[in-house]
């Protein structure tokens, strides 16, 4: 059995294996009737005026997320920013993407915010990110949680599992090599020291 799934939901099914601590996110979507930014761009925003992190005219990206005749600008807000109520974030938002954009964002309409107080492992010092993937034979674990709090990590730990698993079965050394993975992933430990 390979359990590819967040940390809570594998803790749930492997009992005994390590939960991490998390970092919360938020993210918010404002419509406006213009765009305030003519061209696809990712903006980083951090740097102490304000809770965005970075903020992007999401329609310019993805128009079929976007209601009609509107304009979609989304924004993310990390630490612990993102934990405060929801009108107080709008806020606090809207100041400094108007500080950002160059507009005025009185105008804009809050269409949603999504509040996840689990969205990213915390990857405290000292960080292993490689954690062991194979707990035995038969059984194995992948995620962000088993290697850094990326989409990238989680991928480099599925890829961990699957030679892993290709190993305990037998396959050739090299069957499912990816020059760019850099780990074997073979090595195991008991679920509940995991
Ligand atoms: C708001 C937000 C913004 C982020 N931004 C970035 C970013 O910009 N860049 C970046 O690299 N990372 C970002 N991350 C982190 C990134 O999304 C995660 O690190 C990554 O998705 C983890 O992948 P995963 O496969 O470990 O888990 P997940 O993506 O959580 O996938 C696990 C899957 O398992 C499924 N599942 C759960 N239980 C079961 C079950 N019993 N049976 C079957 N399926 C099950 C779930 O439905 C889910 O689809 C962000 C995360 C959040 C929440």
Redesign the pocket.
Known sequence: MLV???AH?AAE?LPGLRVPAFHP?T?THHTADRPPLSEPALILAAGGRGPVAHTMVASEVDPSRTPPGRVLITS?VLGASAALPAAELDRAVRAQLAAVYGTSTAGWELLAT?H?PY??PAMPAPHDPRRPVRLLSGLYV????RDS??????LAS?RRAARAVLSDFGAPPDAGSDTTAGNTGTNSVPAAAA
């Open positions: 590819a799934t967040g939901d099914l996110v993210v993310t999504h996840d969205a990213v992948c995620g962000d949680h709090s990326t989409v990238q990590g989680a599925g």
